[in-house]
């Protein structure tokens, strides 16, 4: 039963790598309502690394309404993952 959770474990965290990979690459995509797609699924994962990768973004998106919503979700990753540290 420990060895099936391990492995469960395992699994989990290289699906989890694979699909952050996929969704960082569509976070620059041609395509509007992948980038969409990829800021959804980042908006869910807080962390250092998705700050500097959305800082990154925003120096890219040439779309201003999605530059504002990638801004708004840096704006409160840093506040929340600052809360984090205290």
Known sequence: ?????????VVGAVLAHESMGRHRADLFSRRPLRR?????YLS????????????D????EPHPILRKRADAMVRR?????????S
């Open 77 to 85: 990753m840093e506040r929340n993952l600052g809360k984090a540290r």
């Open 57 to 60: 973004y925003l120096a890219w």
């Open 44 to 55: 869910g994962h807080a962390s250092v690394e998705a700050v500097r990768l959305l800082h």
């Open 1 to 9: 039963m420990l060895l099936t959770f391990g492995l469960g474990t």
């Open 36 to 40: 969409l797609s990829a800021l959804g």
